[in-house]
């Protein structure tokens, strides 16, 4: 079993006990408007995240992605399923 952390893209206060409670692999949301960075498909942008994990003892595993398809999956997750069969 891996552990891993769902970390923010950028450094901060989440990433200190990383290393003490023994997580080494995180799952990151790496969009510009988080990261201050270009894209995360954007390679050079990719490295920079993979980078500053790797500086503070983590591994990125996995990227974690918010779409405009997945707001309305989750708002249809919301109504109860007695509403949601009436249609």
């Not at 990383?18 to 990151?28: F, I, L, S």
């Not at 408007?33 to 983590?58: F, N, Y």
């Amino acid at each position: 079993m891996k552990l891993a952390d769902f970390l923010s893209a950028r450094p901060n206060v989440q990433w200190q006990p990383v290393r003490q409670v023994g997580v080494r692999y995180a799952v990151c949301k790496c969009m510009p408007e988080l990261t201050g960075l270009k894209p995360p498909w954007d390679i050079g942008s990719l490295r920079k995240t993979r980078t500053r994990l790797a500086d503070a003892g983590a591994t990125l595993q996995g990227l974690a992605v918010r779409h405009r398809l997945h707001e309305g999956v989750m708002q249809a997750l919301k109504i109860p399923i007695e509403q949601r069969n009436k249609a």
